[in-house]
């Protein structure tokens, strides 16, 4: 399958479509700190959409201004105003070119521009003893069946100190979700 991974610049889904064969890439304006730089289109998500016929869309909208978590900081923000509408124009313009498309937000207040989620998944559902609930909004794709459910269920994102990179790392996807998806959306 052709598999764009919009706003992916950590190439953990990627590197996991990658690894099965498929002619997957990431596309974000920065740099990517995934493995595989070769795999990585380093441009606007909307020409990357564009650039090819793709078999499946997946986007992961930067989050910061569209969070339900950043309420207190930008419930009233023109930055508010600019992630709910790269979000919503990533979902919608994604939809007119591709069968197969997924977003993905945290918990986060864009059920009002896109229409209800999908489906919520946890880390903990798949391998790893964390909460951090996320929303899916899926286009002609499965909900994610869990793969492997574990106790001791941690909000270790909640709790990481201040740093340069904590935006970042913030939105990393958990290996195990990676491998799920992969897995499962990767034999449609």
């Excluded at 441009?43 to 201004?65: E, G, N, R, V």
């Excluded at 986060?108 to 896109?114: D, E, L, P, S």
């Excluded at 990481?160 to 959306?185: E, F, H, N």
Aim: with cysteine; charged share 20%; net charge positive.
């Amino acid at each position: 399958m052709d598999i764009l991974l919009g706003f992916e610049e950590s190439q953990a889904i990627t590197y996991e479509f990658v690894k099965r064969g498929h002619n997957a890439y990431s596309c974000d304006i920065q740099e990517c700190s995934g493995s595989i730089p070769d795999r990585h289109l380093k441009m606007d998500i909307f020409d990357a959409i564009h650039l090819q016929k793709w078999d499946l869309i997946m986007l992961h909208p930067p989050c910061t201004y569209t969070a339900i978590s950043g309420n207190r900081w930008y419930w009233n923000s023109p930055l508010r105003l600019e992630g709910i509408e790269l979000c919503k124009k990533a979902w919608l313009e994604a939809r007119k070119v591709c069968d197969m498309v997924g977003l993905e937000q945290p918990k986060t207040i864009m059920q009002r521009f896109i229409g209800p989620k999908t489906q919520v998944i946890q880390p903990w559902q798949f391998g790893h003893g964390e909460t951090k609930e996320t929303w899916l909004w899926l286009h002609n794709l499965p909900n994610l069946t869990p793969t492997h459910i574990v106790p001791g269920r941690e909000n270790r994102i909640w709790k990481m100190p201040p740093s340069v990179d904590r935006q970042k790392l913030r939105s990393k996807t958990y290996p195990g979700i990676a491998q799920a998806i992969a897995d499962q959306w990767g034999n449609i």
